[in-house]
């Protein structure tokens, strides 16, 4: 845990600090290119220095995505849901840590850090209960005129790049990356740049309940350097631009643009016209984010003797 | 010579009253283009020219959009959903009283058998403003929220493959929802599109809901980009699919895009033969094969695929191709000089790579495009057939051994729109389907519609879902 | 059972079909391919939409007649009514010696004698029914002395039912073996051989994938037609089993085997349905089948209809009923 020099003065021990890594196909690998960047609390004390991710990191994080989505999305969606709950589970035991970096990444006060980890915990749970109620809510029996049985279903996307909210650490992580993969999609999620701890925290979270490697990749650097490469990846299926808003140097509509070139399912971030503002994250959220990264697939069959 | 021949029997164009020339059709009325420029849509068939139609400029598509917000802001969002819906079983009623005169038109400035216009194009365009008809009151219960609110003005751009019906796929679901509409029919079949713009005189409907302006890329380029579209809504190919996803990136204007596919139509040893050939004849020459979810892809399991491929030859050598009003004919013309180009250049590059061409004999005619039926057999996932959209009568035979191999064949492209599977085993099917990476998969049929089903595509087929519940969501904000 | 024991060979002479037991019939005839019914019911629906016009009217329509077996099969049949009904047979339309006559006059067998001496010289055939038709429950002694009385009374071709319930109960053999051994009661004493054409009685098969096993079923067992329906049980012939069948004469062809003919009987009553049933026979079958020695309608309303439809063709006026005989 990060702190202050003067903790071990007075313990009279030497803390052990931890090291901030990228999570990329269940693994916690350091950034290829050896980089990293220094992370610094809301008055800008250090905190630790985390990873900073390239174009490869990225690329490595999109692949390991991809392989992890044939079984993330085969999974029955009971499992689905009970591996996303056991992901709460292990957040409220993270509780205290997570107390801590939100609190000093956001300048939060104890009481409302303790809140926004319970809510973003809560959030995920919620989540978790759709895994096996999404297909019977979108879903359909169409009534065809004539003798099939006709039936559309809501299938993952792909892959899809979520840039994470950039003030909400872990409130706005949780909201944009539960939805994502409770489908069956797979994640690459790009972490708040100048928040990143939850995300990486989060990272450790998921690699010790049983979300199988790969189905969350969680990068961490800079926003403006990393989701270019996402934005124009072929084998993205979507890309969730939250995160674009208050990022540094990152233009939502050349993201888009970029996203245009394999017809990725684009998520804007909120706002209006070309502005874009970071949400109020802690309104009970709808179907919206689950429905963006969803397929309806309508399968004929005819019905005879 | 075939001891049975049928003699002609075509279906009379006098129903049909064409003008000479066609304004556009802007808030009720039709008027005459800004630009002063006009196009010709013929017949392909013939190369006969049918009537001039204007070729809106950005003039003229901005008077149309102004039309449509004036009538979204003054009187149709202020319309409660059951009069809305009312106007829309009009027109469905109305269509259904047009159907022979709107069937003739289709043949004639598109080319499809009258058989196709008559006994599916219309009165699937009918079905449709039927079934949205209803929707129109009743859109609290569509699972978009407890009151979904209409985006605005919707600027849509439709293709000449299906010029009536996806006119009707686009226009009433946007209606019933309580938007207004631009509209743009493809540039070599418009004329449909002016003849429902009579239709939406006849049903008085209010001035500026329904503006249909005529032209060229440039106007649908035009409509996209207008400032004032709301929402955007596409059917067309995927690259103008993703110009039109490019230009509208950064600004707030909700797409939907119907694109393009290399439809997989895979048949397993066990499969119900006979229909499973005329599924494959159905895949993909329904319609001169000009259809997105066509099936141009057979993947057929290894130990039946002689069997099958003489089954289809023997099947092919009955289909007609030939005046587009016989009510005989199977297969008609094809659409355009230029879209004949493409599949010209696509066949050759097929024999090129060394597949095998097979057509079987039929006498084309003289004038007119025109494409014989054909089979590549012999074809591997590199060649060019198997891979780019071909939009044409033009099947690519494929083997597979396995059930994972056939999925994964399928699978193998950009694309993502359509799929078949053809087994008599229940759980196979089942199993394939799952896997595959299609917005709809037609198991044990293909080439099916319905206006309660939804259709669309995964991957680089575009995005968004035409027809049921679903196709709600494209039109409301929620 | 006082049936002769027929030999029982292996294999069908001209396809490779083991014929030795039921199971071994099993494996064969559940391993022809599915029919799905809403497939097959759009195939036959499309063809239905061909328009017929003009000449191609005027064709169909002579041809149709040609490939009439004009039938009465009522309990109450006397020589008079079928020798009224071959004066028919002989000329159709008696105002137009251009009208063709029908292909053969189909009486229950202790009527062919009279049929047979009414169309003597015409090149008429008569068809007799035999076998316990319609029913086909009998022991298989009377159902031989029923074909073999057909065949003494001078008819030269025999319609025989399959027994149903046995192939319900997936005793193939026994509807092998049977359709064999009436088949070998359809020559004569004196040399003379009958055709015979074998009754599925598809509206009691129930389901397409039985028609398409009774049809293999009956060609492998030598019938030289096979035949929809005996007309006292609804469905009869119905388009998509007629598209069926000719699926099947035509597979069973290109499998090596021989040709054998398609007769739909019972339902068909218009000219409109009838040219349905000729495009199905040219697209599904081919042009060989377009011929009476291989396509038939068993019927008997149904040559009014044709005869209506062409006195109109050739005057350009609608007739009526009164311009037709009733026989």
């Known amino acids: 845990m990060p702190t202050d020099a003067s903790a071990a003065e007075r313990s009279g021990r030497l803390e052990v600090r931890k090291t901030y890594k990228l999570y990329v196909g269940g693994a916690f690998p350091r950034s290829e290119s050896a980089r990293s960047y220094e992370v610094t609390d809301a008055g800008g004390g250090f905190l630790a220095n985390a990873a900073m991710a390239s174009r490869k990191d990225a690329r490595d994080a999109v692949v390991a995505a991809r392989k992890a989505f044939a079984g993330w999305s085969g999974a029955t969606a009971y499992n689905r849901g009970q591996v996303l709950y056991r992901v709460a589970e292990v957040l409220e035991g993270r509780r205290a840590q997570f107390v801590d970096e939100v609190s000093r990444g956001e300048g939060l006060t104890r009481d409302r850090a303790e809140q926004t980890v319970d809510a973003a915990v809560d959030r995920w749970v919620w989540y978790a209960g759709w895994a096996d109620k999404v297909a019977q809510v979108l879903g359909s029996l169409n009534p065809v005129a004539g003798p099939y049985f006709d039936i559309s279903a809501p299938e993952p996307t792909g892959v899809v790049a979520v840039l994470a909210p950039q003030r909400s650490s872990l409130m706005g992580l949780v909201s944009v990356v539960a939805p994502a993969i409770v489908t069956g999609n ?54 969730d631009l939250s995160g674009a808003a208050v990022a540094e140097g990152v233009s939502w509509s050349a993201l888009e643009a970029a996203a245009a070139e394999n017809l990725k399912r684009v998520v804007r971030p909120a706002g209006t016209g070309g502005d874009a503002v970071e949400p109020d994250w802690w309104p009970t959220p709808g179907l919206e984010r689950v429905r963006a990264f969803v397929e309806t697939k309508t399968m004929w069959h005819p019905k005879g003797t | 010579m075939p001891k049975f021949q049928y003699a002609p029997a075509p279906e009379s164009r006098a129903v049909v009253d064409l003008k000479p020339s066609y304004g556009l059709f802007v808030d009720g009325g039709f008027v005459d283009p800004q630009s002063g420029t006009s196009i010709k849509s013929t017949s392909p068939a013939t190369e006969e020219v049918l009537a001039e139609v204007a070729e809106a400029g950005a003039e003229d598509v901005d008077r149309a959009v102004r039309a449509a917000r004036r009538a979204y802001d003054r009187t149709w969002s202020r319309l409660s959903g059951a009069e809305r819906g009312k106007y829309l079983f009009r027109i469905a009623r ?205 993947l057929v399991q290894e130990n039946v695929a002689e069997d099958v491929v003489d089954r289809l030859k023997r099947r092919l050598a009955t289909l007609r191709v030939g005046d587009p009003l016989d009510k005989n004919t199977d297969v008609g013309a094809i659409n355009s000089a230029a879209q004949l180009a493409r599949i010209t250049e696509l066949a050759q590059a097929g024999e090129d790579e060394g597949a095998t061409r097979w057509s079987p004999a039929c006498e084309l005619p003289s004038t007119g495009y025109w494409f014989a039926p054909t089979v590549f057999t012999g074809v591997s996932n590199t060649h060019r057939i198997a891979r780019e959209e071909v939009f044409g009568p033009v099947l690519s035979v494929l083997t597979f051994r396995t059930p994972d191999e056939a999925v994964a064949k399928a699978n193998n492209t950009p694309y993502g729109l359509s799929a078949g599977v053809w087994s008599d085993k229940g759980s196979r099917i089942l199993w394939t389907a799952d896997r595959l990476r299609a917005g709809v998969v037609w198991a044990n049929t293909f080439n099916r519609f319905d206006p309660t089903s939804p259709f669309g595509g995964y991957k680089e087929s575009g995005f968004g879902r035409e027809g049921g519940r679903h196709g709600l969501e494209a039109y409301c904000a929620h | 059972m006082s049936a002769p024991a027929l030999p029982r060979p292996a294999a069908a002479a001209e396809v490779d079909v083991d014929l030795a037991s039921d199971a071994s019939l099993r494996r064969f005839l559940h391993g022809l391919p599915g029919v799905d019914q809403v497939g097959l019911e759009a195939r036959a629906a499309g063809l239905g939409t061909r328009s017929i016009k003009t000449t191609a009217k005027a064709w169909a329509l002579d041809t149709a007649i040609s490939m009439v077996d004009l039938t009465t099969l009522e309990g109450a049949d006397t020589p008079g009514k079928v020798s009224a009904l071959c004066a028919k047979a002989m000329h159709p339309d008696p105002g137009d010696p251009t009208c063709p006559r029908v292909a053969a006059v189909c009486v229950y067998s202790d009527l062919a004698p009279v049929a047979v001496e009414a169309l003597r010289g015409s090149g008429i055939h008569v068809a007799a029914v035999a076998t316990a038709f319609p029913s086909g429950r009998a022991t298989r002694a009377v159902k031989l002395a029923d074909t073999r009385d057909a065949v003494e009374g001078g008819a030269d071709e025999v319609d025989m039912v399959i027994d149903r319930g046995a192939f319900l109960s997936g005793r193939y053999l026994q509807v092998l073996e049977e359709i064999r051994a009436v088949k070998q009661a359809c020559t004569a004493a004196d040399g003379r051989t009958a055709h015979l054409k074998v009754i599925l009685e598809t509206g009691e098969l129930a389901t397409y994938d039985n028609v398409r096993r009774a049809s293999w079923l009956a060609m492998l067992a030598g019938a030289d037609f096979i035949k929809t329906s005996t007309g006292k049980i609804s469905p009869a012939a119905t388009l998509p089993v007629v598209t069926l069948m000719l699926e099947a004469v035509r597979d069973f062809r290109l499998g090596g085997g021989r040709q054998v003919g398609v007769k739909p009987a019972g339902g068909i009553r218009t000219a409109k349905d009838a040219l349905k049933h000729l495009v199905v026979v040219s697209e599904v079958a081919g042009d060989d089948w377009i011929d009476p020695d291989w396509f038939r309608f068993g019927a008997s309303t149904l040559l009014n209809d044709l005869l209506l439809q062409r006195q109109k063709l050739a005057t350009g006026r609608y007739s009526g009923p009164d311009y037709v005989t009733l026989d």
């Open chain 2, 94 to 298: 109305l269509i259904q009283e047009r159907s022979r005169e709107l069937a003739v038109l289709e043949s004639l400035d598109n080319g499809k058998p009258i058989k196709e216009s008559r006994d599916v194009d219309v009165p699937q365009a009918a079905a449709w403003f039927f079934y949205y008809a209803g929707w129109a009151d009743k859109l609290e219960h569509a699972g978009l929220g407890p009151n979904p609110r209409p985006l605005g003005v919707a600027g849509q751009v439709i293709p000449w493959n299906f010029p009536l019906l996806m006119l009707a796929w686009k226009i009433a679901p946007a209606l019933a929802c309580g938007n207004t509409v631009v509209l743009k029919p493809a540039e070599t079949t418009p004329l449909s599109a002016l003849l429902f713009a009579e239709i939406c005189q006849q049903a008085d409907l209010p001035p500026g809901v329904v503006n249909i302006v005529t032209g060229a890329g440039a106007t649908g380029q035009a409509l996209v980009e207008h400032p004032d579209v709301d929402k955007v809504a596409f059917t067309g190919s995927t690259a103008v699919g993703k110009q039109i996803a490019r230009s509208l990136a950064g600004t707030r204007k909700r797409v939907t895009l119907e694109l393009g596919g290399k439809g997989a139509n895979i048949v397993y040893d066990d499969a119900p033969v006979d229909q499973a050939v005329e599924g494959i004849v159905n895949g993909i020459f329904f319609n001169q094969g000009h259809v997105c979810c066509a099936g141009s892809r057979l």
């Open chain 1, 186 to 239: 797979t994640v690459v999620v790009l972490a708040s740049e100048r928040r990143p701890l939850p995300a990486v925290t989060l990272g450790e979270v998921l690699a010790t309940s049983d979300v199988p490697g790969g189905v969350v990749n969680v990068l961490t650097g800079r926003t403006a350097e990393v989701a270019p490469w996402l934005a124009s990846h072929m084998d993205v299926n979507a890309l």
